[in-house]
């Protein structure tokens, strides 16, 4: 292609909306412009890249024995309230002429359930496989960073069919695996991490991380097993803190201690002389309370009090962590296995403890279970809400004052916090990262809502066993160069740059400069390289400038050398590379050079 003839729109200025890195380079490269906030178009140089990173996708899961297909985009409402998902809040709904009701669809478990449920009824049609590259909508609260988080965005979705647990294994490890060569071959560097399945419930989750600052999501990592998790799911080892001041480890272990359903805490009759209530007057918040009474926040306990199976007729439950600490939902609604949980809204607060949102305590609450972090085993005087507005209790001491019904793993992990695997002595670091893959067991959601049956050898009728796979194609794009840039430009890594190389003749009116780019250029091409021959009037400064920019990862210059019978050839990840090569031999050294780059 000659860069005279491609429409690239370089723009000097940095648009000011544009807060990250590869938001900045995508816009002022010509890659991508705005049309509307999380609403892009692909340009020329940006659609190269999107289709790079789709082929190399429909390759790896071609490999695997992906069939694809293309469902529409227009989903009918009946279908998403089959599976209970009419109502999340991503949706964008529409109505046709006959006031008929759509969404557009933000991801196709339900659609791709209801064609395998039309043609699939005997276990001798799976396993099944069937994907797509398809532009999904979802209305995110909070668009940003470009293509990270679009409201229409391309992603890869697939969806594998089996009849038992055994083919669900296979079909996810076969797409971790493709997924792994995927991330290599964008020349990505990813971490799998376990991740949180959400209300769906599924058995296993894994997302597909890249490391960088400006990443969304919380990955903490141990640094001695190299277990890693985000911040939403990770599991905090035990540390029991004995009167004697040993302190002993043990690791909780996925799926131990389940309580009873409904079990209630039954309040302690012995009384403890310290504890008492205290007024309080207008503190509420953590801040407040403890700076009311001069004390520290690991002095406190949060009360929340919370609606596990759905509000407003969820059972109300009390869930206590340390007044620093965080309350992680997923991970309470996982203990108490009563689908999603949700914040109590204030009506049920004052239910449940007979005062405004700010006082809940667990002394002499009833007719709840309470649920206790397990970091506040064993502590002792502590400071809580009293059940009444403007007090609280101090002097608290949990299985004294107030019976506990369940201990839990129920806080938000953070750096420092002890690893959860069995056996482990490390401790969680923290890292931040993007969200390119998360690959899900589902098990029978929506195969058991929307019954897609198969008939077994035996004769029986099971519901189908899903897997659903998500990769973001544009926010793949956007990740590399979060991983790949330097001051000067992007630096895509070779398997996904729009152009493999760049050909600069400095001086366009110099005949030699510009006879021996084009012979380059078509060799190049014969041999199958990607080349742009850069034959703009242009100065050569703008040119490398724009190659900078751009970040082609080989860039060829024909200048004053050739008088001397050579080209210039450089990595542009590293400009100290830079080594003349003789023309006869320039498109066979590049040629290998770009094989090399790309595996
Ligand atoms: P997030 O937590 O970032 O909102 P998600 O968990 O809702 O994402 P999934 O439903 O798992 O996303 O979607 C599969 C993949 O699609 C994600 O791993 C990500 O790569 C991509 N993706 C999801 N939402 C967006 C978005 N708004 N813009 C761009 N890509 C997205
Ligand atoms: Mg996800």
New binding site residues.
Partial sequence: MKASQLFIPTLREVPSEAEIISHRLMLRGGFVRKLAA?VYSYLPLGLRVHQKIANIVREEMNAIGGQELFMPVLVPKELLDESGRSSVD?LFPLKDKNQRDFFLG??HEEVVTDIVRSYVTSWKQLPLTLYQIQT?F?D?AR?RGG?????E???K?SYSFDFDEEGLDRSFQSHRAAYERIFVRCGLEYLVIDADSGAIGGSQSN??MVLAESG??TVLLCDSCGYAANAEKAGIGRVESRESGVVSRESRVEGTGQPTVGAVAVQSKIQNPKSKTVSTPGAHTVAQVCEFLSVDPTQLIKTIIVTAGGTPRGTPVAALVRGDRELNLAKLAAFLQMGPVEMADAVVVQRVTGAPVGFAGPVGLTGVRIVADYELQGTSDLVVGANENDAHRVGVTPEVDFAVSDWADIRVAIAGDPCVQAGCTGHYTEAHG?????I?KLGTKYSRDMKAQVQLETGENRDVIMGCY???????M?SAIEAHHDADGIIWPAGIAPFEAVIIPVNMKDEAQCSAATTLYADLQSRGVEALLDDRDERSGVKFKDADLIGYPVKIVIGRGLAEGNVEVGLRRDKSSTEAVPVAEAAAHIATLVNRLKT
């Fill in positions: 999380g991503v933000f991801t999904k979802r995110e668009p293509l990270i988080r679009g409201r965005f391309t992603m979705d997302e597909f969304e999501d993007i969200e390119v893959g998360h899900f998500g990769l973001g194609i544009s926010r793949t956007a």
